[in-house]
């Protein structure tokens, strides 16, 4: 069972759409990432928040808009998603004690989605 | 910046022999590397990590990882492979940002075990 929770696991939507993708972890950690992965890919890193505050996007579109409400919940709002965004998108989390990126992420088991 | 580079997409072994899986790493600073596997439908666990201190490092499923710094090497060792083994295994190193803090994890391509009976 994994300690990172994302619903939902799988979504389909049409360019047009407006939707969300959520993570949870009640590990008590303070960093938390957004990772996309292609097919027969490695995970690339799209965003990191460290103690609820974005500190690093990885010159994402603006079509992926992340937010942290707080320390627990991640969330990444999708709009106007084009078919080359089809993928699977992982969450995970870390300690992330200040000035420290030695502590080990756990991942959930991603939200596999499909543009139309 | 930090790299990792895994020699070998494939790797094929039989059930009971050896696993090695290999991955060299690029880093202008002491590194912090790790190993993760990924089954069919999942996300990444770890296997093990490297930080600071003893190089043999033991992990998970009763793989181990030893790092030497003078060959910038980082391998994935099991004595005896296992058919619930065959997976996607990803090296990964994390980096250093400016001003310090949380960074993401820069992956490996990623080697896909193979395990015949």
């Known amino acids: 069972d994994t300690e990172v929770t994302q619903t939902p696991k799988h979504l389909v939507m049409g360019m047009t759409n407006k939707k969300s993708l959520k993570c949870e972890q009640h590990?008590?950690?303070?960093?938390m990432y957004w990772y996309k992965q292609k097919a027969k890919k490695p995970p690339e890193l799209m965003f990191v928040?460290?103690?609820?505050?974005?500190?690093i996007n990885e010159s994402v579109p603006s079509r992926f808009s992340p937010e942290c409400p707080n320390s627990s919940l991640l969330n990444l709002h999708l709009h106007a998603l084009q078919p080359e965004d089809s993928a699977l998108y992982l969450c995970?989390?870390?300690?992330?004690?200040?000035?420290?990126?030695?502590?080990?992420?756990?991942f959930g088991d991603g939200t596999r989605l499909s543009i139309l | 910046a930090q790299s990792v580079t895994q020699l070998g997409s494939h790797v094929s072994v039989s059930e009971g022999a050896l696993v090695l899986l290999r991955c060299n790493y690029s880093?202008?600073?002491?590194?912090?590397l790790f190993w993760y596997v990924q089954y069919p439908n999942q996300g990444l666990q770890l296997l093990l990590k490297?930080?600071?201190?003893?190089?043999l490092v033991k992990g998970i499923n009763g793989f181990e990882a030893e790092f030497k710094k003078s060959e910038t090497s980082f391998h994935l060792t099991k004595p005896s492979a296992h058919m619930s083994d065959a997976a996607e295994y990803f090296c990964?190193?994390?980096?250093?940002?400016?001003?310090?803090?949380?960074?993401?994890?820069?992956f490996g391509k990623g080697t896909h075990l193979i395990i015949q009976p």
């Open positions: 995970a989390s870390s300690q992330g004690y200040r000035g420290l990126s030695n502590q080990p992420q756990h």
């Open positions: 590990m008590g950690h303070r960093a």
């Open positions: 928040y460290s103690y609820e505050k974005l500190s």
């Open positions: 880093s202008s600073v002491p590194p912090y």
């Open positions: 490297y930080t600071t201190g003893a190089t």
């Open positions: 990964a190193v994390s980096g250093y940002r400016t001003g310090g803090g949380a960074d993401g994890l820069t």
